[in-house]
């Protein structure tokens, strides 16, 4: 049976991040700092029976910048020396492995008043903007004759004829 993972919350100068980290992580503080501001802190660190972080420099980093207490924890108590030793490898290296399905995206981003700039998504925004701006060109009255032209709802995804 899996194990149920306990939470537990310890004080940042506890903690002690691991030498040989090998993600160099300085360019995502800010970014993990704000979605700490806007959402909390929602993911634990994962740590060793005696305090040295397997996972979650990042968010300790932006936690100690942001003057944070205490943050979550998980104890990874169970684990061998050389089980945390891959888990912080592959932990770090499968989001590395995922991509976006930019359509699903483009919805998601639909309507949201959040600053995602920051976060890195520059050059998506402006292929949204360019793509924006090349479907809103004037339609013709012929697109209107046949009366078959048909409208989606950006928001409840409702179709229908004009």
Known sequence: ??????????ELDELKPYENNPRINDNAVDSVMRSIVEVG???PLTIT????IVTGHTRYKAAKKLKIEKIPCIIADDLTDEQVRVFRI??????ELSEWDFEKLKQE??????????FGFDNLFEEIKEELKNTSQELSVDDYND?????????CGFKFNR
């Open 1 to 10: 049976a899996m194990k149920e993972l306990k939470i537990v919350y310890k």
């Open 41 to 43: 802190f929602m993911v």
């Open 49 to 52: 029976a005696d305090s040295v």
């Open 90 to 95: 592959i932990d770090n290296k499968t989001s």
């Open 109 to 118: 981003f639909y309507g949201l008043d959040f600053d995602f700039e920051a």
């Open 147 to 155: 009366g078959e032209f048909e409208c989606t709802c950006p928001r």
